[in-house]
């Protein structure tokens, strides 16, 4: 499986950014797919991330904010983030976890919310 994130970029505190997360290959190997961010000096955390049965998980920082979704006719997993602040600037990832206990994680892309 691999996963190809997009859609970061530069944004004002109080706008809003869509990341994407398009996933090749062997997609049937797919248990659960999600979004983590790792901001400078700190470790890489959970956003949001999709469990089983289909709901979903959200950290309590993003709640209310931001939103998972997917297509799965697209193989894309989504990321719509709304009310940006400074605090949400990282390097965001979309990881899935496959059968048998493999994780893949894209390539990650930055998002940058100034002030």
């Known amino acids: 499986v691999q996963l190809q994130a997009s859609g970061g970029g530069l944004v004002q505190a109080g706008g809003y950014l869509r990341l994407s997360c398009a996933a090749s290959?062997?997609?049937?190997?797919?248990?659960?797919m999600g979004w983590y961010r790792e901001a400078p000096g700190k470790l890489r955390e959970l956003v949001a991330t999709?469990?089983?049965?289909?709901?979903?998980n959200y950290a309590d920082s993003v709640k209310g904010r931001f939103t998972i979704s997917r297509d799965d006719a697209k193989n894309t997993m989504y990321l719509q983030m709304n009310s940006l602040t400074p605090e949400d600037t990282a390097v965001y990832y979309c990881?899935?976890?496959?059968?048998?206990?493999?994780?893949?994680w894209g390539r990650g892309t930055q998002v940058t919310v100034s002030s």
């Open positions: 290959g062997s997609i049937f190997s797919i248990n659960v």
């Open positions: 990881r899935a976890s496959l059968h048998g206990g493999i994780v893949r």
């Open positions: 999709f469990i089983s049965g289909g709901t979903t």
